[in-house]
DNA sequence: CGAATAGTGTCTCTCAGACATTATATG
DNA sequence: CATATAATGTCTGAGAGACACTATTCG
């Protein structure tokens, strides 16, 4: 056999053998957020339904496939949980400690998906049987995670693997960003039709603390107005206050 | 044979199977960045001696062991090509596009390295038999990568897979981060004795911009000097200038 | 009328950027 | 002396935060 040096590519990849080593797992798990009606930042978990973890709550994921990129997994298993597709995504950091799944070496990359409110309709998968959405609050330590329907509020031991490490670099991520960024658009209920009330609503949660709203309402002006990004519409909102709001339209 | 839901998590282990799935590739690749002695920021870049991609430049890496974090798979690398340990490393990004390798799918997490300037002394292993320092300049389309010693400037296409776009990537990240951490620290020659003048060269070469003397200046002292975090030394340095500047050490 | 949010105006403080000026060493 | 960087001072404008105030609608 010739020397690797001299080979032709085509020699080369004929020779190749990949399946020499043994290779660790590679899952996508996917933090879906969005909002509820009463402007409640949300996650989505999944119940487990075996081991390990047995009844210990989850965030979604799957083996990636061979002929998927990492982004097409992560929509793929945002479609299989919720029917949504278009949907704004972002990687956030990938997990790789040995020993973090107690049957075998898996490395997930974890992705951020932000669902527009009033958007989810959770699918009856057999996977998703157990899936349900979780109001998340920040906190100076941490986070807090409740579900009014299902009664209960999680700790750190209710997650499964190391998801609760996970869900903290996900708000971190977003905290950070919420600031120079407009992912807080994301969660809109509707781009084209909005008030600043409900926008106000979606930063707070996502910086895990009130702003004030003169100047809330400002710098929204100064970002978005004065630069014609968003534009102001005739129809008036009557949903959060006595006096009805402007609605704005996200032009783009 | 039990039914999953009626296991205990000890059956559970032994029936599974971590084999089923055919499985892609993982490695670790690491962005060596460092200053010459010019003040100069460098990537260290491998010139590949196989298929594919023969003779173009390479971000250096390799598998990550099935008994080793990506951390720490990164510190290895980072060891192998140039002995050095206890270095900042910062996880990049995951790239995983289907066709990113030819030979097979390849899934790739990407760190940063910031080490100290004058601390590189090239090993002179297999691999890296072809490794070389590139002296990185940030334009406004992306950056352009030159050796004095190889008397070479690379393009794009001197880049082996999708490397110029992790690069791009890493300088995008160093760019952004320099403005709000302390990142620029971890490229100083000796954090103990250093002159503002060092670090504000190491600072606009993350930023790709020149800054200003006397607000550079300024901000120094109110973010490490009025902090306690960074004290003034009676010794003087004269190497940059006809007037002596004063040698600064970071505390802690 | 009170209640609740919409929406505006104003003051302060901090910080970044621009730029002028003086200081101190070498050769 | 010229020169190069060290080091300080000053002015400006943008933006964040605190807070007082008026406007508009519902019930």
Chains 1, 2 share one sequence.
């Not at 994301?186 to 926008?199: H, N």
């Amino acid at each position: 056999m010739q020397s690797k040096e001299t080979m032709t590519e085509e020699e080369f990849l004929k020779q190749y053998k990949p399946e020499k080593y043994e290779k660790p797992s590679v899952t996508v798990d996917i933090l879906i957020f969005t909002m509820n009606r009463e402007q409640q930042l949300q996650l989505l978990l999944i119940q487990r339904g075996k081991h390990p973890f047995l009844g210990k709550w989850a965030i979604p994921g799957g083996f990636v496939q061979m002929k998927e990129s990492l982004e097409e997994g992560a929509a793929r298993e945002l479609r299989e949980e919720t029917g949504l597709t278009g949907i704004y995504l972002e990687q956030l950091y990938t997990f790789g400690a040995v020993e973090r799944d107690v049957r075998m070496r898996v490395i997930s990359v974890a992705y951020l998906a932000l669902v527009p409110a009033n958007r989810i309709n959770l699918q009856a998968g057999d996977d998703a049987a157990d899936a349900s959405l979780f109001t998340v609050e920040q906190t100076e330590q941490g986070f807090t995670l409740s579900s009014k329907e299902k009664n209960c509020t999680l700790t750190e031991e209710d997650l499964a693997f190391d998801h609760s490490e996970i869900i903290r670099t996900a708000l971190e991520r977003l905290r950070g960003k919420v600031r120079y960024s407009d992912i807080a658009l994301e969660l809109l209920a509707d781009k084209e039709k909005f008030s600043i009330y409900e926008l106000q609503r979606i930063y707070e949660s996502l910086a895990g603390k009130k702003a004030d709203t003169a100047n809330f309402r400002r710098s929204f002006k100064k970002k978005f107005i004065d630069t014609g990004r968003v534009e102001k519409l005739e129809e008036k909102c009557f949903t959060y206050s006595k006096k009805p709001s402007s609605y704005y339209k996200l032009l783009k």
